[in-house]
T-cell receptor
């Protein structure tokens, strides 16, 4: 266990559904990240939050909407997704000192039908 | 733009042999990190090497960094079947006080018992 949990672990949704992914870290970190991992592609950084403020938005479509209500929780709200959005979504956290390692959650395997 | 690129993409060895993976990157970095990922799971941090370091050890792992060649290598000595996983390098730069990492596509390592 890395101290970062993600729910749900698996999610199947239709293109018209609205769902949310949840990430929680118990490490006292103050930076959190969302990544997308698709087959045969590099890990793609989607969003970075530092001290609950979004500091990076890597040209992600608006159908993905992040929310960081406090330094321990991070959400990714999903709506009107496309089949190509099917992927493993990984959350990570780190101490926001600019040089620290990241701790990853187990991921949510998302399938969009 | 893509930073770290691992080489080879896939590596298959026998238990007891050494495994060497390489990572090349394009721009200046603060540090370089190596991660491991078991199939469909989150990434686990292995080792971090700073830009002013040349070599680092952790158990059976040895990482080197050559900033003049913009490359790093990860050596796993006396490999075990349990080392079977994908290995990623991540290069990082600090922007706005936050660590923004970029991952490569990874090297898939298979260790045969």
């Amino acid at each position: 266990e890395t101290g970062v949990t993600q729910t749900p672990r698996h999610l199947v949704m239709g293109m018209t559904n609205k769902k949310s992914l949840k990430c929680e870290q118990h490490l006292g970190h103050n930076a959190m990240y969302w990544y997308k991992q698709s087959a045969k592609k590099p890990l793609e950084l989607m969003f970075v939050y530092s001290l609950e403020e979004r500091v990076e938005n890597n040209s992600v479509p608006s159908r993905f909407s992040p929310e960081c209500p406090n330094s321990s929780h991070l959400f990714l709200h999903l709506h009107t997704l496309q089949p190509e959005d099917s992927a493993l979504y990984l959350c990570a956290s780190s101490q926001d000192r600019g040089l620290s390692e990241q701790f990853f959650g187990p991921g949510t395997r998302l399938t969009v039908l | 733009s893509q930073q770290g690129e691992e080489d080879p993409q896939a590596l298959s060895i026998q238990e007891g042999e050494n495994a060497t993976m390489n990572c090349s990157y394009k721009t200046s970095i603060n540090n370089l990190q190596w991660y491991r990922q078991n199939s469909g799971r989150g990434l686990v941090h292995l080792i971090l090497i700073r830009s002013n370091e040349r070599e680092k050890h952790s158990g059976r792992l040895r990482v080197t960094l050559d900033t003049s060649k913009k490359s790093s290598s990860l050596l796993i000595t006396a490999s075990r079947a349990a080392d079977t996983a994908s290995y990623f390098c991540a290069t990082g730069a600090t922007r706005g006080g936050s660590y923004i990492p970029t991952f490569g596509r990874g090297t898939s390592l298979i260790v045969h018992p």
